[in-house]
């Protein structure tokens, strides 16, 4: 396969420029995710992966990246389906966020995806953004990378080397930063099966609909007899990855939704230290999160 490469007039000659254009790289097709690992092994210096584009092409074009190359992996069949598989719903990394809206299977056994993705951004977006980009970008203040830990999902990652799962709360190391090692590419996400009984809640707060969120929640929690048997609460906008409220959920353990918000909230203000940012301060930001908890309570205890 011959790489194309971006002719030299087509090139904004600096950031200065009307009109911000990407830097020079080469562009290259892989047809299997075996020459995509080969591609990415042997452009290890400077090799972007382009599945959606809508948070690389901005930064192409604002300087922010120059790689050498960009390795187009739409269109790979392994990275590609929504199905049933071993008592997990397996999605693959170029899942459209469109597509977790409107798929079946989605919402039989991840209705917290579903509920979850129309926040993001605008129609255009959900309609080229993928499940895999969203992940492996690990934005702070991204609704996926959440709900991937509130569902308790696998991350599976492909190598030269081979392949190699992690757990979704392990998978987030820091702002914009993961358990990805150079020359992999994500390749999966796999949720195992709600148990009876889980319900689920997604809330954000933002200053406009299809902005970042100031402060975000994806809950999942099984009910019993109609008390809480167990929750995961995480949050998102608040610190440099998702921020599982772990005290704040044992806190809820055994308990009715609708009388547990005083003491899950307690727990909360004891174990989360939000980071500021131009949008609130960090005990805004706490006033928020124990906002969206009560209100999540409250959707859990509705009939």
Known sequence: MRPFLLKPEDQATGAGEAGLKAPQFRYLKPHSLAE?????????????????????????????????????????????????????????????????????LVAKFAPLLAKAAPFIAHAAIRNRGTLGGSLAYADPAAELPACAVALDAEIHLAGRQGKRRVKARDFFTGIYQTALQPGEILEAVEIPFA????????????????????????????IKAGKIAASR????????????????????????????????????????????????????????AKVLLTRALGQLDAP
């Open 36 to 104: 995509a690992l080969d591609m990415l092994g042997g452009n290890a210096s400077g090799a972007r992966l382009l599945a959606g584009g809508q948070s690389l092409v901005p930064a192409l074009n604002m300087r922010l990246l120059e790689p050498e190359a960009l390795i187009d992996i739409n269109g790979l069949g392994e990275l590609t389906g929504i199905t049933e598989r071993n008592g997990a719903l397996r999605l693959g990394a170029l899942t459209r966020h469109a597509e977790l809206i409107s798929s079946p």
């Open 233 to 288: 609460a995480v949050y998102f906008g608040i610190g440099a990855k998702p921020v599982e409220a772990a005290k704040a959920a044992a806190a809820l353990e055994g308990r009715n939704p609708g009388a547990a918000p005083d003491a899950a909230c307690a727990a909360l203000a004891s174990e989360l230290a939000p980071l500021g940012d131009l949008n609130a301060s960090p005990d805004m930001k706490l006033h928020l």
């Open 195 to 222: 148990p009876p009984g889980r319900r689920s809640v997604f809330l954000e707060l933002a200053r406009r609909r299809g902005d970042y969120a100031v402060c975000g929640l994806a809950l999942a929690a099984e």
